[in-house]
């Protein structure tokens, strides 16, 4: 019987599939991890990152940072920016745990470029298999030079590909609504940052977290691509992250201090963080420095529940639009979100360090 029909002879024509033009074979997580396997210098990173958050989630006295690309579309751009961050992190490893930005998968408001793994040469093909490789050696090359990632998790299926090589997760504002997010959060063997939706409601994040807490039954994908019930038994590292919204910024003392009363209520664990763009920079790239000043001087005046901060950063200021002559991309410049430049970036990094040094002396 050909799929797709309904089989009674009666020439009705289709009832499924009518508007999928084709399927094709997605590579198995087991078959990406034997063809992109984690060295042991790798995997030490994963480990010691993700140890390192959790240890400031549990009252280390340090914060960390996620920065990085708004997305990652080029991996030459990315390693340079890695190797940037891994000498930055000398300088400040006292105080400050340093996370690279690396989004490999970016949620689009309407139609748009969605990342490297749907759509690696920039060109408008999918490619699927293709992606999920040069993603996945990209995290693991990083992973080797030492520097912990972070990464936001769109698409149910990825985790089981890339999860391994990341030692922070995001669930965005787009979908931390979503049950299907919620539940595979629940499951992540990583920290995670739960921002609260684009209309800027707190209560939604603090609600999410409650839900991560707790073990949860789902459908998903094993480790050979087989269609699989997933166990979880919940998730104790994942903490909300403040990004603002339609109605204004949410960074501010007392905002965050309603925030954290709001998880108090919940009887949840009342340390956050905040994401210094999207609502809280008004979607201006340039307003990043003055909410990361101001967050960073709300920890120094002593609010100890504020433990990590995201910033979006590139290796060059701005944004552009992916040309059709691919040879035209700017090098070093956003292809999504408007980024700070380096240089901004380093000073930033570099003056929170002086002044948590200061605190604590």
């Not at 289709?14 to 396997?37: A, F, G």
């Not at 931390?176 to 209560?203: C, Q, T, V, W, Y």
């Not at 002593?302 to 990590?308: A, L």
Request: hydrophobic share 35%.
């Amino acid at each position: 019987m050909m799929k797709g029909y309904a089989g009674n002879g009666n020439g009705n024509g289709p009832i499924e599939d009518m508007n999928v033009i084709r399927y094709e074979s997605l590579i198995t997580p087991y078959q990406l991890k034997e063809n992109v396997p984690l060295t042991d210098s790798a995997q030490k990173t994963v480990r010691q990152g993700r140890s390192a958050i959790k240890a400031i989630l549990g009252g280390d006295d340090r914060i960390f940072i996620v920065h990085g690309p708004c997305s990652i579309h080029d991996v030459e751009e990315g390693m340079e920016y890695a190797h940037r961050v891994n000498e930055l992190q000398k300088r400040v490893n006292e105080r400050l745990v340093l996370v690279m930005r690396a989004y490999v998968e970016k949620p689009r408001t309407t139609v748009g470029w969605k990342g490297l793994i749907y759509e690696p040469r920039l060109d408008g093909q999918q490619d699927f298999n293709h992606g999920l490789y040069v993603a996945r050696t990209f995290l693991r090359d990083v992973a080797e030079m030492g520097i912990p990632t972070g990464t936001e998790f769109l698409d149910p299926f990825v985790p089981q590909y890339t999860s391994d090589t990341v030692s922070w997760g995001a669930i965005g504002a787009r979908t931390i609504e979503s049950p299907k997010h919620r539940e595979m959060a629940s499951g992540f063997s990583m920290p995670l940052g739960l921002k609260n939706p684009r209309d800027g409601d707190i209560a939604d994040a603090v609600n999410a977290a409650v839900t991560v807490r707790y073990g949860q039954v789902f459908l998903g994908i094993d480790p050979m691509g087989v269609p699989s019930v997933v166990y979880s038994k919940g998730n104790p590292n994942a903490r909300i992250l403040l990004r603002g919204g339609k109605d204004g910024p949410n960074y501010h003392r007392e905002s965050v201090e309603e925030a954290q009363a709001m998880l108090r209520e919940a009887k949840l664990d009342d340390r956050l963080m905040i994401d210094c763009s999207h609502g809280n920079s008004n979607k201006n790239h340039r307003q990043q420095p003055v909410v990361f000043e101001d967050v960073i001087g709300q920890i120094v005046g002593g609010n100890k529940g504020i433990i990590g901060l995201m910033l979006e950063s590139n290796i060059r200021e701005g944004n552009q639009k992916i040309p059709k002559d691919l040879s035209q991309l700017k090098y070093g410049v956003s292809v999504t979100d408007a980024c700070i430049g380096w240089e901004e970036t380093e000073k930033l990094i570099l003056e929170a360090y002086k002044a948590l040094q200061k605190k604590a002396a």
